[in-house]
C-alpha cells in the first residue's frame, strides 16, 4: 500500500487493463477499475512508482475471429500543461480521456468507418474501395478528451465513470458506433454544474434509460 492505495507490479496492470473477465461473471460495465500505484522494472521503461487512475471493459461484441471492443477511460496529465511527465499522486489528474477500440472486422459487421479518432457511417466514408479496405485491416481507435475538471469538481472521477458504463451498455445494446461521440457529449451536458446531492439522482435516471 502507498498513501492508503494499493501498489501493483507493471506486468499486473497491463495484464487486468487488457483482459476480459465478463466471462468470468463480472456484472458490471467497468471490468477493471483502479486508482493506485504501478511499480515500473521492466527494461526500456521509465523505473518508478507512478499513480494510475484508469477504468476497462473489454470484450464487447466479442465474436470469432475477432477481440471485440476496448473501451478505456483513463484520468491522465493535462496535457495543455507544460511538460509531459508520470503522475505521482492522484493530484496530478488533469483531465480524463476515452479510447475505445474497435476491430477492422466488426467495423464491417456494424458498417462502419473508424479513422482519425473519430468514427463514421460507412455510407460516409470519402475513399475509394481500396482505402476502406485498408483502414479496416487493422483495428481503430475513437479517442476522446471529456471536458471534466477533476482539479475543481469533485464528482469528475464518478461522472467518468458514468460516462464509461454508459458507452458499454450502448455498443451492447447495438447502439450505432458513429453515435458514441455524440452521446457522451450529451451526457457531459448533462452532468456539467450537478451538485453532489443531485448526482446519486441523476446517475440513477441516466443507468434507467
Do not use: W
Amino acid at each position: 500500500m502507498k498513501e492508503g492505495l494499493p501498489v501493483i507490479s507493471a506486468e499486473d496492470y497491463v495484464r487486468f487493463y487488457n483482459t476480459d473477465i465478463r466471462a468470468a461473471g463480472a456484472d458490471t460495465a467497468v471490468t477493471f477499475n483502479f486508482q493506485g500505484f504501478v511499480k515500473e522494472e521492466r527494461e526500456g521503461y521509465i523505473q518508478g512508482t507512478f499513480y494510475k487512475d484508469t477504468m476497462a471493459t473489454n470484450g464487447i461484441l466479442k465474436a470469432e475471429g475477432h477481440e471485440g471492443i476496448h473501451v478505456s477511460t483513463d484520468g491522465v496529465i493535462d496535457y495543455s500543461a507544460s511538460g509531459n511527465y508520470q503522475m505521482k499522486s492522484l493530484e496530478d489528474v488533469g483531465e480524463y480521456d476515452i479510447y475505445i477500440k474497435v476491430p477492422g472486422k466488426l467495423q464491417v459487421e456494424k458498417m462502419c468507418v473508424v479513422r482519425y479518432e473519430s468514427c463514421t457511417p460507412e455510407s460516409e466514408f470519402d475513399g475509394d474501395s481500396e482505402e476502406l479496405e485498408r483502414t479496416r485491416s487493422e483495428d481503430g481507435y475513437i479517442v476522446m478528451r471529456l471536458k471534466l475538471e477533476p482539479r475543481e469538481d469533485k464528482l469528475a472521477r464518478q461522472k467518468a465513470e458514468l460516462i464509461h458504463n454508459q458507452i458499454v451498455r450502448f455498443v451492447e445494446r447495438g447502439g450505432a458506433l458513429h453515435e458514441i461521440q455524440g452521446r457522451t457529449r450529451s451526457l457531459e451536458h448533462r452532468l456539467e454544474n450537478i451538485s453532489e446531492e443531485d448526482f446519486p439522482t441523476q446517475k440513477k435516471l441516466l443507468e434507467s434509460e
